[in-house]
């Protein structure tokens, strides 16, 4: 398979675990961002949220979603930068262009599709917004967009606050949007040779995971089934997490068949009765049925339960926390790596699924403006070009900065 290229205008989250997805697939990803201006700190703010790793400009939340890609500062405000980004589409072969800030930018930074597929012809070009481009002045922020698509709604206890997740699931479903979006459009494009637009609303997307509960609306459901429910599942009972002698445990029924045989073992013989012999039955009795649960794991220890319910084929786990995550057998073994310039390891969560042939060492996530001079190079531009580009802050090179 042809190794592609993609020009990212990324920041924060959602983009870049787009890209990293295409790093692992062995994909050739430059990282565009803008040179240094005003008063804040330049380039991607995440480069500066975390614990300093090696340098200012690499601290830890960055880490993870850029190994592997390069980095390259343009000024995208001015024409001058403008007209370098669609020499470098047609100079580096680009497959696919990406960006992640407000629509309305788009003209005023000479990204809009319009513009980059007339330079390129073929380009697939996909955008993450907030709303899509309907509501060009929409900001993308996951905890927003969990709060406005009902997310933080149906999560928490009953009787709690609504509560964010603990993991930035509205980034990362954007995310995985462009990278099968694009994947998709690249099958088109084989098929046609044309190129695409890809716009992914960070809303539209969070909504469409609203498949358990949005649909209910329209089928008389009650109140309770569309709000919170803690750890409960609002359909299959008894599904909720319960005490152990040492921690806890989480447990799904998801059948009577299995129920049938969760009473059958002698700890939890006392749970069962006639009336809870279907799950319309235990839906009536979910609260005793729930003391019942927590009365009788009280008494044994995890691994006891644990033991228990393997031998019975009950769904279950401990609540692991993420170094336990890190270390499960099924897992140890793909994890990514990197290496700090130091050469001490650093793991990095797994791909989604197996790659044929992929590598589990990335490189390092560059510097800010790290590669603009190779880029360049490498783009047919002279020194003498790019020097001058550098001086009129077209450019941000590091390298060149690095040696006055």
Known sequence: MKRRTVLSMEQALSLPYATLRFVQLGWRVIRIESTPGGDGLPGDPNRYIGARVVDDDRRTYFIAPNVGKEAIALNLKHA???ALLRRLLVALDVDVFCCNTVPRRYGQLGIDYETLAAARPGLIW??????????????GYDPVIQ?????????????????????????????????????????????????????????????SWLITTLPL?????????????????????????????????????????QWKRLTEIPKFAAVGNA??????????????????MAAATRRCTTAEIVDEFRRATIPHAPIHDVAAVRA????????????????????????????SGATGELRFPPRYGEHTGAVLREAGLAAAEIDRLAQAGIVFDRERAAHG
């Open 126 to 139: 996909a955008g993450i917004s907030a709303m899509g481009p309907e509501y060009p002045d929409a900001p």
């Open 275 to 292: 009336a809870r012999l279907t799950n319309e039955g235990r839906h009536r009795e979910r609260e005793a049925i729930h003391r019942d």
């Open 328 to 355: 499960l057998p099924a897992i140890a073994g793909r994890l990514m790596r990197t290496h700090r310039p130091d050469g001490r390891e650093a793991r990095l969560p797994p791909p989604a699924v197996d790659l």
């Open 217 to 257: 609306l329209d089928f008389d459901c009650r109140p309770d089934e569309v709000s919170r429910c803690g750890n409960e599942h609002r359909k299959f009972i008894p599904t909720n997490v319960y005490p152990t002698a040492d921690g806890f445990i989480y447990m799904a029924i998801g059948s009577d068949v």
């Open 147 to 207: 709060a406005m698509a009902g997310y933080m709604e149906l999560t928490g206890p009953a009787d709690g606050p609504p509560t964010v997740a603990g993991v930035p699931i509205v980034d990362l479903k954007a995310g995985d949007e462009v990278y099968a979006n694009v994947l998709r459009a690249l099958v088109e494009r084989a098929e046609s040779g044309r190129g695409s637009r890809i716009d992914v609303s960070m809303l539209q997307a969070a909504a």
């Open 80 to 82: 001058d930068g403008q």
